[in-house]
């Protein structure tokens, strides 16, 4: 049943009939990514507090925290999401428990509370290897990597990234597979390791190329192009960023189109071509006007400032530099500001306007200070969750480490008294010939009995009493 179809149903509609009609909608809409989520999910929670299904309960909480994930509405993201974490105590499905706690990893990794999406990640990744789900396991695991390469650990990004690209694998899922390669070669750049981070993108590159992913090829080449002009590979870099604008061209991806024309004039600016770098950058800019992309706008109206300060258009220069300023602080983005404030100072420098350069550095400076001290606040909380997780997973290292050698001594334990009681009771033995009665009654020497009842062996000496007696009857 289609959309339409739904929707007229839900009309004549009432009761539990329509929660079920409503939950069906719901999946739909989330999938288009359709704003009238909202209200129908809205109206399905109504009918839950009529209808209590924790499970339904559970989905729409998800699909909500999902939808408002994907228009960067983080706030209500989270919010959803942790009303389903709640409910989801209430649930006897483990799989929706861990899909839960997967989504939590997710929202978290965007709102960068990176300690939480790890915890989280953990607890989901614990639940699927328990019902051996490779695909949920490879997804999870892709967002974890994706933490631990934003907090810069590197080597255990790489263990959690190389985890999702094995599952995948066993999966045949070649579009995800492209992905993870992808991803480990963002890794390998991060480390400065150029060589590998080539060879990931490459290889990324040629599965995208077998199964038609235009849109990962745009990705791809234009990974390529920043590996390659961060090696001094100009003139490779910027072919290959030359592929990238075609084919996000051809797709009509204002976003991805914008940011690659950027890419094109940076590479031209850095060759000294300063008209065509400008043409890139203008083409560029209004791509961004016509998404309203504050923060790219802001971004390019700096370059655009840079090319005019290098060909002397001063006037033009200005221009740029304080409408970038403007909407910079408009957005409140530090970031930004601290560019604008800096390009102004210098569009006034070179114009010998020393008074107001120094008001603008001045800006600048003070700015600058109070994000650096920011910045390393964060750095420090970072670090501290990385603490905070390698405790943790220490900790469950010798709490396993402890219960192996607990059970092994369990072990032995249990032997011991096995033994003993082999060993335990009341023995018949004759006091002329010392023979023992087994259970079956037969008489037997000691040393056999012994020997069959216990792990002892015995060796025949003679004791000196017997030595003397033995060695006189010889004599005689």
């Known amino acids: 049943m289609d959309k339409q179809e739904l929707i007229e149903k839900l009309n004549t509609a009432s009761g539990q009939q329509r929660l079920e009609l409503l939950i069906r909608l719901i ?8 704003a009238q989520v909202i209200d129908y999910s809205n109206e399905a929670l109504d009918l839950i507090e009529e209808f209590p299904q924790p499970d339904y309960h559970l989905e729409i909480l998800r699909n909500l925290s999902r939808y408002y994930l994907n228009i960067k509405d983080f706030k209500n993201a989270e919010q959803c999401i942790f009303q389903a974490i709640e409910i989801a105590r209430y649930s006897r499905h483990e799989i929706l428990i861990a899909d839960t706690y997967s989504d939590a990893a997710n929202v ?6 990176f300690n939480r999406a790890l915890d989280y990640g953990e607890k989901s990744l614990k639940i699927y ?12 695991s892709n967002t974890m990597g994706t933490v631990y390469w934003k907090t810069d650990d590197y080597q255990k990004a790489l263990e959690k990234f190389y985890l999702s690209l094995n599952a995948y694998n066993d999966l045949s899922d070649e579009l995800s597979k492209a992905q993870l390669l992808n991803n480990i070669g963002l890794v390998y750049m ?3 390791n150029y060589e590998d981070a080539l060879q990931y993108f490459q290889e990324s590159l040629e599965i995208r190329k077998e199964i038609d992913d235009k849109r990962g090829l745009c990705e791809s080449y234009s990974n390529l192009g920043v590996v390659n002009d961060i090696m001094d590979n100009s003139k490779q870099s910027l072919d290959y960023f030359k592929i990238a604008y075609q084919l996000s061209n051809d797709l009509k991806d204002k976003q991805m189109t914008s940011g690659v024309l950027n890419d094109i004039g940076f590479q031209y600016e850095k060759m000294e071509k300063y008209s065509i770098a400008m043409n890139y950058y203008k083409q560029s800019l209004q791509l961004k006007r016509e998404m309203s992309d504050s923060f790219g706008i802001c971004s390019i109206l700096n370059s655009l400032s840079n090319i005019c300060l290098k060909l002397k258009n001063y006037p033009l220069a200005l221009n740029y530099a304080e409408e970038g300023m403007y909407l ?13 404030y800096k390009m102004m100072g210098e569009v006034y420098e070179v ?10 550095y001045t800006k600048y400076g003070y700015l600058y200070t109070s994000l650096n001290n920011q910045d390393l606040e964060k750095s420090l909380e970072e670090q501290r969750a990385r603490f905070d997780q390698e405790y943790k997973r220490k900790e469950t290292e010798i709490y396993n480490q402890k219960n192996i ?10 032997k011991a008294l096995d033994q003993v009681k082999k060993l335990s009771g009341l023995l018949p033995i004759c006091p002329i010939c010392k023979k023992i009665r087994d259970q079956e009654g037969y008489w037997k020497q000691v040393e056999e009995y012994i020997s069959v009842h216990s792990e002892l062996e015995f060796t025949h000496g003679l004791c000196e009493k017997c030595k003397e007696e033995y060695l006189k009857e010889l004599e005689e």
């Open 27 to 34: 999946r739909i809409l989330t999938r288009e990514n359709d």
């Open 351 to 360: 114009q010998k306007d020393y008074q107001t350069a120094l008001t603008y």
């Open 108 to 113: 978290s990794m965007f709102t960068a509370e």
């Open 129 to 140: 290897f328990k019902k051996g789900n490779k695909e949920k396991i490879a997804k999870v």
């Open 328 to 340: 910079a602080e408009q957005i409140q983005s530090k970031g930004l500001m601290i560019n604008a």
């Open 405 to 414: 050698e607990l059970a092994e001594a369990n072990d032995k334990l249990q």
């Open 190 to 192: 991060s480390m400065e």
